[in-house]
T-cell receptor, first 117, second 112 residues
């Protein structure tokens, strides 16, 4: 498919475990964003990748959260020692990157619903 | 309070009526975007309006931007049941205030 792909769709895990969420952006898109959305809320920006530049990690809520983007394509968001408050839908979006941060429409995946027991 | 605040929080209308949603923000922006979200999952981009633009159209959608009032509106004309969704605005801060701030959304129900 030509859209943004996220996996898994759903993840249930026990408190204290580590989780990895994957995002496969649209081919050719240089910009990639991760967000978190809690029930009934707007999106909370987590991290932004643009090409080979250093990522903007200003939205990561704690040092338990990290993300990487290998080869300028697929990205992985890792949450270590998960807590119940980490339960949310994690959304990934990509864009052409032209004009820099937030300057182009973003294309979203369907998200990963993370539930911490 | 959070930048990018939409109102109303919820809106219920009949098919064929127009729906208007508003978004207010607090700081200077580079652009403002509207997105639609169905069933709490992926979002779909609707319109991007830049700070030097006042109005944009896309099909049945019309977006206005008033930078003096720091507000934007999204108008959906001749609404359809398929327009039922949550609508979010997001602002991209200008200059050194480079932030993406999402509102809490307006939940629109279009009744057949």
């Amino acid at each position: 498919g030509a859209g943004v792909s996220q996996s898994p769709s759903n993840k249930v895990t026990e408190k204290g475990k580590d989780v990895e969420l994957r995002c496969d952006p649209i081919s050719g898109h240089t910009a990639l964003y991760w967000y978190r959305q809690s029930l009934g809320q707007g999106l909370e920006f987590l991290i932004y990748f643009q090409g080979n530049s250093a990522p903007d990690k200003s939205g990561l809520p704690s040092d338990r959260f990290s993300a990487e983007r290998t080869g300028g394509s697929v990205s992985t968001l890792t949450i270590q020692r998960t807590q119940q408050e980490d339960s949310a839908v994690y959304l990934c979006a990509s864009s052409s990157g032209a004009g820099g941060f937030g300057n182009q429409p973003q294309h979203f995946g369907d998200g990963t619903r993370l539930s911490i027991l | 309070s959070q930048q990018g605040e939409e109102d109303p929080q919820a809106l219920s209308i009949q098919e064929g009526e127009n729906a208007t949603m508003n978004c207010s923000y607090k700081t200077s922006i580079n652009n403002l975007q509207w997105y639609r979200q169905n069933s709490g999952r992926g979002l779909v981009h609707l319109i991007l309006i830049r700070s030097n633009e006042r109005e944009k159209h896309s099909g049945r959608l019309r977006v206005t931007l008033d930078t003096s009032k720091k507000s934007s509106s999204l108008l959906i004309t001749a609404s359809r049941a398929a327009d039922t969704a949550s609508y979010f605005c997001v602002t991209v801060g200008a200059g050194n205030n480079r932030k993406l701030i999402w509102g809490l959304g307006t939940s629109l129900a279009v009744n057949p």
